[in-house]
């Protein structure tokens, strides 16, 4: 009798995908020339097998050196926030923009210490074919990953980001015993903005806000919006001295802005609460601390920064 279906497993380890012409990028040994054709192959494989762009663009200038000697491989998009550089610099370039029916993907750099020859560029150029939908979907995915941790109004961080980066953020404090700080701060009378205005206006101070926030802080200073509008910064590696700082600066720039609506300018400020991550302390203790703070900062008469007890 023959069955109707016949079932297979099939374990694709390392070695078995090392047969079907999947190298992993960690294996050492030299590199062996190929023909174009056969790095083509292998390369429409290999560049499959990630959605990372950091990944598939390791990949692609490992193996694309198996055919033409390079220093270098440089990736810049912009629009996706990406800059990345693989090997050493060196003083000749060969830089590409690529795109697919009007998409812009982004801009290619390969440098090395001589100059590139045409048949060079020409095999280069037929290996960037293999990169195309790989990026593309690396870059889709990006975008998915970035606009799932993000609020669409105020490009700030969403509560999904924030609950994941304290956590993040609270393990290597007490790992590395660096301080970690948080201001949760709040537009004062933001309510009666919308009466006297309507939404769309409040809509635009949350947005105004945000960007003064985000402009007057560093890199790697986060800032995400966890309610209508409150928002949190998250200062790693900063004590309670330094945090109450960088409240004043924002609580000042804040009430700086020129914000206008029909011509006139309308007076903005915030309100702070400043907690700082204590020894064994939960995230959840901390946040608690910081509301409370912030609710003191509010009782005090707002347009102020209040500490955490
Ligand atoms: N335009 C707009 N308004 C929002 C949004 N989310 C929340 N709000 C409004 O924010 C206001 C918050 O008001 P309250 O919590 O009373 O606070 P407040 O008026 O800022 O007063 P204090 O915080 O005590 O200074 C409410 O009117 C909400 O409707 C939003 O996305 N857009």
């Known amino acids: 009798m023959v069955p109707p279906h016949q079932s297979n497993t099939i374990d694709f380890d390392a070695a078995k995908l090392r047969r079907l012409g999947f190298s992993s990028a960690q294996q050492p040994g030299p590199l062996r020339a190929l023909s174009l054709a056969d790095l083509r192959r292998q390369l429409t494989l290999q560049l499959q097998t990630s959605l990372e762009a950091d990944?598939?663009?390791?990949?692609?200038?490992?193996?694309?050196?198996?055919?033409?000697?390079?220093?270098?491989?440089?990736?810049?998009?912009?629009?996706?926030?990406?800059?990345?550089?693989?090997?050493?610099s060196a003083s000749h370039s060969a830089s590409y923009r690529l795109s697919h029916e009007g998409e812009y993907?982004?801009?290619?750099?390969?440098?090395?210490?001589?100059?590139?020859?045409?048949?060079?560029?020409?095999?280069l150029e037929s290996l960037m074919a293999c990169l195309l939908f790989p990026l593309r979907n690396a870059l889709l995915y990006r975008a998915a990953l970035r606009s799932a941790l993000r609020d669409p109004l105020t490009d700030t961080g969403n509560r999904i980001a924030m609950d994941q980066a304290l956590q993040r953020e609270?393990?290597?404090?007490?790992?590395t015993l660096e301080p970690l700080s948080v201001l949760m701060l709040d537009i004062d009378h933001f309510k009666s903005i919308n009466d006297r205005f309507g939404h769309?206006?409040?809509?635009?101070?949350?947005?105004?806000?945000?960007?003064?926030?985000?402009?007057?802080?560093?890199?790697?200073?986060?800032?995400?919006?966890?309610?209508?509008?409150?928002?949190?910064?998250?200062?790693?590696?900063?004590?309670?001295?330094?945090?109450?700082?960088?409240?004043?600066?924002?609580?000042?720039?804040?009430?700086?802005?020129?914000?206008l609506v029909e011509g006139q300018a309308i007076h903005l400020s915030i309100s702070l609460g400043c907690a700082t991550l204590a020894p064994g302390e939960t995230v959840e203790s901390l946040l608690r601390r910081a509301d409370n703070a912030l609710y003191n900062a509010k009782r005090e008469g707002r347009n102020r920064l209040a500490f955490a007890g």
Not at 170 to 175: E, I, Q
Not at 225 to 252: D, P
């Open 200 to 259: 769309g206006v409040g809509d635009e101070v949350l947005k105004a806000i945000a960007t003064t926030l985000k402009a007057d802080l560093r890199n790697i200073d986060l800032v995400f919006r966890y309610g209508g509008e409150e928002f949190l910064v998250l200062l790693s590696g900063t004590g309670q001295e330094a945090a109450a700082m960088i409240g004043e600066r924002l609580r000042q720039a804040v009430e700086a802005l020129q914000h």
């Open 170 to 175: 609270a393990d290597r404090a007490r790992r």
């Open 105 to 123: 993907l982004g801009e290619v750099v390969f440098r090395r210490g001589r100059r590139f020859d045409d048949q060079e560029l020409g095999q």
């Open 55 to 88: 990944r598939i663009l390791t990949l692609f200038f490992q193996e694309v050196r198996r055919l033409v000697p390079l220093d270098t491989l440089a990736y810049r998009n912009a629009g996706s926030d990406l800059r990345l550089e693989f090997g050493v």
